[in-house]
């Protein structure tokens, strides 16, 4: 085994917790471990199980990435730009936050939800497959379906997690064997592509970090039959941190709406782009404050 250690300075104020929040949705805790201040998560590194350790400080969290291989390892530098993209510590909110601080409805929910952060999964694989799984069903059921899919896949780290697929991995899986997962057959189908496309090149996403293509890759994915523009902004946000997805299709940021806009009807769709338009490039960034505001109620 190999391990690859750093620590990172944290702004004022950060939420950890919502870090913590968004990796618990799976409560067998199959592929991530969330104890308080602490997240392990297993994933695939130079296709080599490895665990993500982070723990949180009040100003700086550690983290460490363990290999189950004496020839990978991950430098210092590219486990930062990892830790990083993952917490959010890339997205210019505090932009959002000053522009909009006076403004009639998104005034008082930012007083309220000041620092919040959009969670990245850790590849834009993960982000996108994880979009495909969860397209119209509930997160309970898209979440046992995650967990079926990554059994499935059959890699584990020596720390006893799970771990995530990656490309080569998925592509591995027969549509049997994601039909057995509880996936219907046009997802199979998708999921099955999308691996296909990304070990072509013809789904760079890796490299697409670097240097984001917004319009290149929605283009390609939309090509992908299964794939809609909900699928593409969720990717965008959860695999990019691209701030600027319309998320006017998803049902729980337009009951977020209806409540902040005090609306007796439901938020059509295009009624919802409508409003969303306004707050460009800031979109998908709102779509997650909208998102909180069911925990904040709680």
Partial sequence: MTSTHCSIALPAGFRAEDILEFHRRDPQAFAERVAPGRLQKGLVVDGKAACLSLGFHPA??????????????????????????????TQRIEIFEQDYRQHPQLGPLIARQSGLRVPLAATPFEALTWAITGQQISVGAAVSMRRKLIKSAGQA?????????????????????????????????????????VLSGELPLDAWQENLPVDTLRERLLDIRGIGPWTVNYTLLRGFGW????????????????????????????????????????????????????????
């Fill in 60 to 89: 700086h969290v550690e983290a460490e990435l363990a290999i189950d291989s004496r020839s990978t390892a991950a430098n210092e530098a590219a486990l930062s730009r990892l830790v990083c993209r993952m917490l959010g510590l």
């Fill in 243 to 298: 701030l600027d997805g319309s998320l006017h299709g998803d049902v729980a940021v337009r009951h977020g709406m209806q409540i902040l806009l005090d609306s007796p009807d439901k938020i059509s769709e295009k009624a919802a782009q409508q409003w969303l338009a306004e707050f460009s490039p800031w979109r998908a960034l709102l779509a997650a404050h909208l998102w909180a505001m069911k925990s904040l109620a709680a």
């Fill in 157 to 197: 780290h020596s720390s006893g997690l799970a771990c995530y697929p990656d490309a080569a991995q998925l592509a591995q899986l027969t549509e049997a064997d994601l039909r057995a997962a509880g996936f219907s057959a046009n997802k199979a189908q998708t999921l099955i592509t999308v691996s296909a496309k």
